[in-house]
């Protein structure tokens, strides 16, 4: 059993820069891919940035990329994502997710860029707020 838990959310203005952390527990064997999911009011989720613990692969949407930075302190234990420049339409709920893919970074990469589907392990969700 994975157990995520997020932290860091919060409110800003746009221009702002805030700090997400995801604290992974559990059977680390089964979260080779790990990554943030965000979801605004109405909208699908999408993935936001993420990790293939195998390789340190990394994936990064195209509308955060050159903003946001994935980062661990550990690799099993901590994700953070630091978010800089950040714009209204940044607002969400962001969320931490695992799931295994059994070695395969193209999986992972597929997951990564999709609304979720094919991860196993969600935390709560932390909401971030870019308002004026």
């Known amino acids: 059993q994975v157990e995520l838990a997020e932290s860091g959310g919060g409110s800003v203005q746009p221009g702002g820069s805030l700090r997400l952390s995801c604290a992974a527990s559990g059977a680390s064997y089964s979260r080779d891919c790990i990554g943030w999911f965000r979801q605004a009011p109405g909208k699908e989720p999408e993935g936001v940035a993420g990790?293939?613990?195998?390789?340190?692969?990394?994936y990064y949407a195209d509308s955060v990329k050159g903003r946001f930075t994935l980062s661990r302190d550990n690799p099993e234990s901590t994700l953070d994502l630091q978010m800089n420049s950040l714009k209204a339409e940044d607002t969400a709920t962001y969320y931490c997710?695992?799931?295994?893919?059994?070695?395969?970074?193209?999986?992972?990469?597929?997951?990564?860029?999709?609304?979720?589907?094919?991860?196993?392990?969600w935390g709560k969700g932390a909401l971030v707020t870019i308002s004026s």
């Open positions: 990790i293939f613990l195998r390789t340190g692969s990394r």
């Open positions: 997710a695992a799931t295994r893919t059994y070695g395969s970074w193209a999986d992972c990469l597929r997951i990564l860029g999709g609304s979720g589907g094919g991860m196993d392990y």
